[in-house]
């Protein structure tokens, strides 16, 4: 699926995945069950590579 963002859309979603990849950061540490620590690390992940997509 491709999205055509403009350059102002793509800042704002960019920003808005990064406030959210770093209250998942803050969760991560906060989480006592592997299998859920594992979930969110593997959503941070994906997020990340989302961002690194719409920053270039």
Known sequence: MLFD???AER???RRA????V???REEIVKTEKHEWRQALHEEKEI???VIEQLSV
């Open 5 to 7: 963002f403009t350059e």
């Open 11 to 13: 800042n704002v979603a």
């Open 17 to 20: 995945l990064e406030i959210y």
């Open 22 to 24: 770093s209250e998942l």
């Open 47 to 49: 997020l990340q590579r």
